[in-house]
Structure formats: structure tokens, C-alpha cells
């Protein structure tokens, strides 16, 4: 537990560093191009309009999701998944990315993933703009359930910096992890919610309440409870607990593993 407060402590200690150095990077990583920044926002709406033409068009031929057009359910996962993705991703290869930084000045490298997560918010923050936009333009009214949207975005940074605390330590430790973490990613893609319905997937029941035991479901289908005004996540109080456990553990591992070895990160790469 003093490991966990340890971690959590740096972060909020470094909240100004942590805000500076997610904004230079955005920069940087975009300096070059032409549009700049505005990437940010094209790539994903690309994606989404390929992923509606395959999925939403070609697969479903245009049926909808019980009584929701697809586009709308598609939209409010993917926007999640898109993020959780590039986060996962990202903060997994931060302190390896920035080694070289790590070696010359001495902070918290705790606060690499997370400067990954918050710069990644740049995009997020448009999408879901687009999200509720899409919403309303479909006669879905706002309600009171939109207001544990703040729940569910704190379950995600929760759950994004758990476990991406844990994979940025494995990732120096062994270098294939990232990769493994790849394909791992890919897969969860299809099984999160996303863009595949597994409630209505022709799957046995024990499969699919297992599928909804992942993290990464419980925040997605969070999302949509909100913004399609389906239920309160007290309502599933199991599949909470089990996520707050799951992201408990990851948290324990995670600073575990980081307070142990990051002494010596520049050692190991």
C-alpha cells in the first residue's frame, strides 16, 4: 500500500510537469505535417467512417442495434476504444521511449504514462464532442444518467494508468512484452464491445459473462448506459466490484514492480 501512495502521490506533486510535457509532445509529434493538430482528429474520424463501412454497412447492411441506428452505437464505443487503445499503447512504451531522458535528470518516472494518457485526452475530448453531437442529431434527449459520464471517464483514467504503470515496467524488463502487448490489443478490439455486440453474438451465455468481466467492456458499455440513458453502473454492482478489484490489482503490481526495479531501468535497456 505505501508503494501505491508513493505513486499516486508523484502524480499529483508533478501534475504542472505532467500537463508541459503531454503538450510538447503533441506538438512534436505533429510539427512536421502540414495539418498539424488537426490530425488528432481526422485519423480517428477516418477510422470510424472505414470501420462503419465494413462493420455498420457491409456486415450489418445497415441494421441496427435493437432499436439504436448503428452509427450511434458504433461511435460512442469506438471513440472509447480509440483512446484506451492509444493509451494502453502508448504509456506501455513511455519510459522506454524516453530512456535517454530518464538517464540525464532525475523525477518521478512514474509520471511518463501518465503523461502519455493525458496528451492523448487532446483527441479524446473532440471525439466525444462528436459522440454527443451524433446523439442529439438522432433524437436521443439528454437525461440524468449523462452525469456518471464523469464516473465512467474517472474508471477509465483509473484503469489506463493501473495498467499502464504495470506494462511501462514490464516493457523494460522485457523488450517483447510491447509486442505481445500488440497483439493482445488487436485481439481485445473484437471482444471489448466496441464494434462487435457479444450480447448479440450467437455466443453461449457463460461466455459472454465472462467477456464482461474485462475492464475495457465494463468501460465502454459504461459509456453507452450513459449516453443512451440505459441504467446507473450501480445497477450492475458485481461487474463494478470486479472491475475496481481488477484495477486494485493491476495497481498493486504495477507500483510493486515500478518502485522495485526503476532504480535500474537505464541498466536493463
Known sequence: MKEIITVIKEQFQHIGMIFRMSRYEDKADYQSHYLGLAWQILNPAIQVGIYYLVFGVGLRQGQEVGDLPFIVWMLIG????????SSILGASNSIYKQISLVSKMKFPVSVLPTTNIVGNLSSYFPMVAIVIGTVLSFGISPSVYWIQYIYYFICMISFLFAFGLLNATITILVRDYH?????VIRLLFYVSGAIVNIEDSGLPDFI??????????????GFRDTFLSRGWFFEKATYTLVFWGI???????????????????????
Open 78 to 85: 469506438i471513440t472509447a476504444w480509440f483512446y484506451i487503445n
Open 208 to 221: 459472454v459473462k465472462i467477456l464482461r468481466l474485462n475492464p475495457i467492456y465494463y468501460i465502454i458499455d
Open 179 to 183: 509486442i505481445f502487448l500488440q497483439s
Open 247 to 269: 484495477v486494485f490489482i493491476l495497481l498493486i503490481l504495477g507500483s510493486h514492480l515500478h518502485m522495485k526495479f526503476r532504480a535500474k531501468f537505464v541498466d536493463y535497456v
